[in-house]
């Protein structure tokens, strides 16, 4: 039996497979190339056993996930967080597994006290954005009212 | 004697008060708020000590900075750097010395190996804007044409 509404978890190391699957799957569908499956499952691999990546699983098995990265910052006491990827199988949306997932990440951050948690978001993308910002985001400075652009250089 | 032109150079742990008292005059000039000069002055001797925290300086004494902190990601081997500030003294703007500290940056990331740049670039800030993107850093996806925004939530 598959349960999609299996409580959402921390990821363990143990996770890796499953992770790097979901990673590749979740990237073909928006057409983005990814590192192969074995290098995410070396990358994932280690990165979980740090205390600087973390990863959320909902479903039973899983059928959608968060990744979170920290680096630090002199403007907060506790690290920044960057939720790299955040994904649910495309049949099952639109039940909250992406919801209970962000519930979970953000009791997490709090956890660890994380200064700041931050996003990039498409531009199209407003689903997204609407969903980001249902759950506490904030799109536009509060007190200028102005956007911010991700922008970057690969090397 | 004071020489803005001085070329620009890596910071280190002796350049953290310099850091510290720039950084504060960097939010004012934006009306930012920042902690103190002695928190920042704290966190900036600890981060400079690390492997994931650097800074770059031009002018002597320094008249220009710019940080950058490090996370992992699953999608590089390299880290990702996080450009979190660049700042050049108002009345010695438009003089090179920016684009000096940027050369460096580009530099010392390929020196570390790091797999990507980012920085969050306000809308309005078209002259950065233009600067970033005549350094090599890119503002819309070269594939989608697809802009993304940087939204955040503080703890």
């Known amino acids: 039996m598959t349960d999609a509404r299996s409580p959402a978890r921390l ?9 790097a699957r979901m990673l590749v799957d979740f990237n073909a569908e928006y057409d983005e190339e990814t590192p192969s499956l074995e290098v995410l499952e070396s990358r994932l691999g280690t990165l979980l ?5 973390w990863a959320a699983l909902a479903g039973d098995p899983p059928v959608a996930f968060a990744t979170v990265t920290e680096r630090d910052s002199p403007y907060y006491e506790g690290r920044v967080g960057y939720l790299e990827d955040l994904y649910v199988r495309p049949e099952l949306r639109g039940q909250g597994i992406g919801g209970d997932i962000m519930r979970l990440l953000l009791d997490e951050a709090r956890r660890r006290a ?3 948690v931050e996003i990039g978001v498409d531009e199209p993308d407003v689903d997204a954005m609407r969903f980001y910002e249902s759950h506490g985001f904030i799109h536009r400075d509060p007190e200028t009212g102005d ?3 991700h922008i970057y250089q690969e090397f």
């Open 11 to 19: 990821a363990s190391p143990g996770d890796t497979a499953t992770l």
């Open 49 to 53: 056993r740090t205390d600087r990546f």
């Open 114 to 116: 994380l200064g700041l």
């Open 147 to 149: 956007r911010a652009f």
